[in-house]
Structures are given as structure tokens and as C-alpha cells.
């Protein structure tokens, strides 16, 4: 292989751990710059290059999307370490995570990241396994998915619905003057 295809190589295998989920073909080459078929032979490479036993990850792919995931043989170590994340209190990135996402959701992962400034799949994963936020599907984006609250919450907190948050109106109206401000930006631009 040379440089440039190294290049790819690396930057699919970055948006593959970052996205978290499946990513379509498309996507990638949209992504990337590349056709759609230059995307699913980069995927198919990377495949190969993570086929080493020096890497814990690989691909899972069918016809038209891929996603990496960890390899089978190292399901016993990963569980042992989610059963000891989920035993311990929760960590002050995932008291962060679940304040953005219980008074600014229905919220996506892009935008939590983007209020958080970090990659949030873990923490929102172990949210997830805690029971303390639910993911749906997000009904403007495919592959995509929205992260609220769930009632586990709400009923441990003691609390009949969001707005009884403290301060809900108040982060509510500031959020909508970001969101606002925001698009106002991205218009202009």
C-alpha cells in the first residue's frame, strides 16, 4: 500500500470508532470523497488490516454498511470491565452526559458531543446498560439515533416528567437562544 491509501485506510478506520454505529457505504465515500465503490474496497482492506493479532477490533460489515467492533475472543475481558464501570458511581462524564441529555433531550450524539466537546459513545453506552437514558431512532435522520431520559430515572429521582428538573424552563430558554444563535450563524456563513 502506499501513503495516500495508508491515509484512507486510517481515516475510515477513525470515522468507523468515532460513529459508533453502522455506517453506510455511501456515507463514507460522501465523507471521504470517494464513490461508493472505492468506500466498500476501503472497508474491505481495512477488514484485512485488522485481521492482525495485534489489533482487538474488526469490521462487521453486510452489503451496503460496516462498523467496527471488538473481536469475539475478548468478550470475557470487556465484560468483566463493563460489570466493574456499571458496580462504581457514576463518574462526572457520565453526571455531564446525563444533565445534557435529561434537560436538552431528545438530543443526538453529534450534538451532546458538540455540547460536551468529547467523544460521549462510551458514556452514553454505559448510560444506556444503567437504564438511565433510552435511545430511538431519529425520525429526520437515518442511521441516527436520539437519547433522552428514561422513566428509570425519572422514577429513581422521584420526578413525574423533565420539567421538574430544577431550573428547566431557565436551561430550556438557553438552549433555544444557542440553537438560535447557532443557526443564525450557519445561515450567514
Known amino acids: 500500500m502506499n501513503d495516500e491509501q495508508d491515509k484512507k485506510l486510517a481515516a475510515l ?4 470508532f468515532v460513529h459508533g454505529e ?19 474496497q476501503l472497508v474491505q482492506k481495512l477488514e ?3 485481521t492482525s493479532p495485534t489489533s482487538g477490533l474488526r469490521i462487521l460489515r453486510d452489503i451496503e454498511k460496516a462498523q467496527i467492533v471488538t473481536k469475539p475472543e475478548f468478550g470475557g475481558i470487556l465484560e ?3 460489570k466493574e464501570e456499571l458496580d462504581e458511581n457514576l463518574t462526572p462524564a457520565s453526571l455531564e ?5 435529561a434537560y436538552f433531550g431528545p438530543i443526538s450524539r453529534s450534538r451532546l458531543e458538540y455540547l460536551r466537546g468529547v467523544n460521549s459513545v462510551f458514556t452514553l453506552r454505559n448510560l444506556l446498560l444503567r437504564g438511565l437514558v433510552e435511545r ?31 431550573d428547566y424552563e431557565k436551561f430550556q430558554s438557553v438552549f433555544q437562544n444557542f440553537q438560535t ?6 445561515l450567514a456563513t
Do not use: C, W
Open 181 to 186: 444563535n447557532q443557526n443564525q450563524t450557519n
Open 13 to 16: 478506520e477513525a470515522l468507523l
Open 97 to 101: 452526559t446525563l444533565s445534557i441529555v
Open 48 to 50: 484485512g488490516v485488522l
Open 22 to 40: 453502522p455506517v453506510s457505504f455511501q456515507k463514507i465515500g460522501k465523507i471521504m470523497d470517494v464513490g461508493v465503490e472505492e468506500a466498500g
Open 136 to 166: 430511538f431512532p431519529d425520525p429526520h435522520r437515518t442511521n441516527a439515533f436520539l437519547y433522552k431520559p428514561s422513566f428509570e430515572l425519572l422514577k429513581h429521582v422521584g420526578l413525574g416528567g423533565v420539567q421538574e428538573l430544577p
Open 80 to 82: 468483566q470491565f463493563i
